[in-house]
Structure formats: C-alpha cells, structure tokens
C-alpha cells in the first residue's frame, strides 16, 4: 500500500484526501473548516467508517494538518499507524502563470514561484502557500508536489491565449489566458483519447472536447491530448456562465454600470463574481437542482437561467469544433452534466451537423455519475461522461514525482 495525502487548502479552509494510490482508492477524507476563524471545525470520514465531526480551535493551516494526522492516526478511528505512513503529499495549487506546465516537486524555488503568482490568483495562491507551509512544518521530510490548476492550458497557441489588447497588457502585466480547472480537463480528455484510440484512431489525430460544468464551469479543446484553447481566461470569470459568475460579457458593460451604480472596481469585482451567473438572472439559487425545481414550478427567470446556461455551453462547442477542424469526442464532467440529463439534453440538442447521435433515450435513463457513452453506436462524434477525478490525478501525478 503506498498513501498519498492530496490537499486543497482555501483561505480559511482545508480539503484533505489520503488515498492509496496501488488500489486507486480513498481511504480517508474530509475538510477543515473556519481556519482562523472562532469555532473551527474538523470534518473526517474513513472508507469504511462513519462520518466524524469536532469543533477544534485551528488558528493556522499548520494547527489544521496537525489535527488530520491525528485523525489518520486515531487508534479508534483512524486509517495508519502513524505518520510515516505517507509517502508523500500533493498540493492543488491554483496559479504557475507561464512557469509551470507540469506538476512539480515543491522545494524553495517552486514556493517563491507561487508567490510571485499572487497577483494573478490573489484568492488562491496565498492560501494554498499557507496549506503548503502548513504541511511541511507539520511533516518535515516528506516529499510535496504542486500540481497547478493552470497547468493544461500551457500548451495553447499564442493565438489563441492572447488577448487583443495592447501588448505591453501581457509583457508588463502577464495579462493573457491561462485557463483553470486544468487538472480535470487533462484527465478526462486522457480518458476520452484512450477510449478512441480503442476505436481506431491515432492519439496524435485525436479531437476532443470537455465541458467541466459544476460550481465553476470551463470548456477545453485537445487535440492529441493537448489543450489548444480553454474558456476561462486571465481568472475563472471568463467563459460559460457559472453559478454566480456571468462568464463573458461586453467588456464595456463594465465601466457602463460603474458609471451609472457609483460601484467601484471592487463592487463590480463581486458583482460579476457573486452576484451574476444562473443565480443572478434566476434570482433563486446558483443551484443546478434548485433551478429545476423553480423552473418546473413555473419560474420562468429560473428556466430562462438553464437555457441561457445550455445556448453558451452549445456555441463554445461549435466553436471548438471549427478550433479543432472537427471533433471525435465531447465529454461530459463535474456535477451538473454528470447529473443532470436535461441540461445535457439543452446542450447537446442541434449539433447532429457535427456528427453528434444522441441515444436521448439512454440519455435520460442512465445511471448518475458513471462513466459512460450516451451517443449511438454509429454516431461519428461520441458524447461521454466521464466523472471526474481531480484528487486521484494529483495522488497520482505525486507518487509519480515523489516516490
Ligand atoms: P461540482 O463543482 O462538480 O461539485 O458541481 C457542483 C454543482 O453541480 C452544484 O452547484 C449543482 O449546481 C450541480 N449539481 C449537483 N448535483 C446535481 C443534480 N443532481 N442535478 C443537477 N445539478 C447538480
């Protein structure tokens, strides 16, 4: 047995997974929650064991990790003897900018790199640096891997993640695409290159498109497995419209509403980043599930939110499409499309010119969150979801860099 522990650490809050790489398996995970904050509380649940909870005081991401190894570690509850049992730890990181196109081991330099990407992930970075430095004063020796959300989109042509703007915007400001959620598109674009190359086609020749749609939502577009262009852009604003985040807009929307609200830069910030997206147009809820309910209620904001969510997912696959010169495979993943079969209805109605035969009927009936093809047999283009797996990709990419 061979464990990895993979953390997202937010600002206040951290995500652990210890999973057994040689069976591709959780053996343990749970959250860390209000980091900082009065009344933190620790989350925990062990495969085959119930879900535990303790408020505990963390004031620090280290105070954090502590109390997780001894969770891991608990004679009653815990899933190891002891610390050492694992080997190594992977970080999801949010920001490499230009530097990182692979995941990487962590020593001085990778850590002063993810600082000088503050700027570019204010939110993020920062707080992953504290889940970093957490673990390494809280496990000393073991071996740390960043595995960079920005990663994938490193292989994208110039044209493509240029913006047009005057250039000095990218020389001096670093302004141009960088894409996230890239850890989920390389994986299921991999499984989805695998599955054609059991058809008969070369990897290298290989289109496909992902549509990652759950909180956050990001389409990718490979071609032989690499990311030729990606939705989100200099943040995760851009693309799709998401939960609250109104994806991209007429940029001159912006200073439009400053001048006629009084609402600042940072007002706008969270005006487009949390106010927006199906929640703002719905004015019910950023959920997928609530919007259903809404709509079938007879809300119409609410089922003018799902349309205008499925209209934009279609238009970025068409022209993803004309990007890749065609397409062999789109692929479905994260919460909404791995769940949902009305919003996978919305989106994939109307592309039978790109080769797309739907099964609607499977479409509906097919079990939730399982890996499976939902277009015809014959169809030319094949419509997958796969669930993503985003933990398992960073044990994995980990035990590869550090054992
Ligand atoms: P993720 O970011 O992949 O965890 O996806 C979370 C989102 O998926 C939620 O905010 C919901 O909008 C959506 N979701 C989860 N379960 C369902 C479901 N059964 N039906 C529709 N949407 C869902």
């Known amino acids: ?118 700027p570019l992930g204010p939110l993020h970075n920062p707080a992953n640096l504290m889940g970093i430095r957490g673990c390494m004063a809280a496990m000393p020796g073991v071996p740390m891997v960043a595995v960079f959300d920005t990663a994938w989109g490193q292989t994208m042509p110039k044209e493509a993640y240029m913006y047009a703007l005057p250039y000095e915007a990218y020389t001096d400001h670093k302004v141009r695409r960088y894409g996230f959620h890239g850890t989920s598109h390389r994986y299921v674009t991999g499984q989805a290159v695998k599955k054609l190359e059991k058809l008969g086609i070369k990897k290298e020749d290989t289109r496909v498109i992902t549509c990652h749609l759950g909180n956050g939502s990001s389409l990718s577009a490979a071609k032989g497995g690499k990311c030729v262009d990606t939705s989100m852009g200099l943040t995760p604003l851009e693309g799709v419209p998401m939960g609250t985040r109104c994806g991209s807009i007429d940029p001159a929307i912006i200073p439009y509403l ?118 015809k047999p014959t169809s030319k283009v094949h419509v997958y979801v796969i669930p993503t797996d985003e933990e398992m990709t960073i044990a994995r990419d980990t035990a590869a860099l550090a054992l």
């Open 1 to 118: 047995m061979t464990y990895i522990l993979v953390i997202n650490a937010g600002s206040s809050s951290l995500k652990y997974q210890l999973i057994d790489i040689d069976e591709g398996h959780i053996i343990a995970k749970g959250i860390c929650e209000r980091i900082g904050i009065a009344k933190s509380i620790i989350s925990y649940k062990a495969d085959k064991g119930d879900k535990f909870e303790k408020e505990s005081p963390m004031k620090t991401h280290e105070d954090a990790i502590k109390l997780v190894l001894d969770l891991l570690t608990d004679k009653q509850i815990g899933v190891i003897e002891d610390m050492s049992c694992i080997e190594a730890v992977g970080h999801r990181v949010l920001h490499g900018g230009e530097k990182y196109s692979e995941p990487v081991l962590i020593d001085d330099q990778v850590l002063e790199a993810i600082e000088e990407c503050i």
């Open 258 to 375: 400053m001048g006629r609200t009084g609402m600042n830069a940072q007002d706008i910030d969270t005006y487009m980043n949390k106010k927006s997206g199906v929640y703002g147009v719905s004015g019910v809820s950023s959920d997928f599930r609530d919007l259903k309910a809404a709509a079938d209620q007879g809300n119409e904001r609410a089922a003018l939110a799902r349309k205008l969510f499925c209209y934009k997912v279609r238009q970025y696959i068409g022209s993803y499409a004309a990007t890749l010169g065609g397409v062999d495979a789109i692929v479905m993943t994260a919460g909404i499309v791995e769940n949902d079969p009305y919003i996978r209805e919305g989106i994939l109605q109307g592309l039978e010119f790109l080769g797309v035969d739907m099964d609607w009927e499977f479409n509906m009936t097919c079990p939730r969150a399982t890996d499976l093809e939902i277009t």
